[in-house]
């Protein structure tokens, strides 16, 4: 039954994090156009990729503090519901 559990949980966290591989796969993809572009000399299409890589970057960091944050929140809630910490929600004085 733990294998189980363990299958499903590596399942859904590849869910979860497809986003995120979609972004990182873009972003190899517009470094990979910019490079290609320097090579042949054109600075237009080296502005433009590199500007696109940016924003796929930006995208990644930004489900990256949003996955931090979440976390946070659960961690939080856990400290303070429980008792064997000072400050808790449970905690007697």
């Known amino acids: 039954m733990k294998k189980l559990i363990d299958q499903l949980t590596v399942l859904v ?15 190899h993809f517009r470094m990979g156009r910019a490079k290609a572009a320097r090579a042949r000399g054109d600075k237009g299409a080296i502005s433009i990729e590199l500007a696109l890589a940016i924003i796929a970057l930006v995208a990644v960091a930004g489900m990256v503090v949003a996955a931090l944050y979440g976390l946070k929140k659960k961690v939080v809630e856990k400290v303070n519901e429980d008792p064997k910490y000072d400050g808790g929600g449970a905690a007697t004085p």
């Open 13 to 27: 966290m590849g869910v979860l994090l497809l986003p995120l591989q979609f972004a990182l796969a873009m972003f």
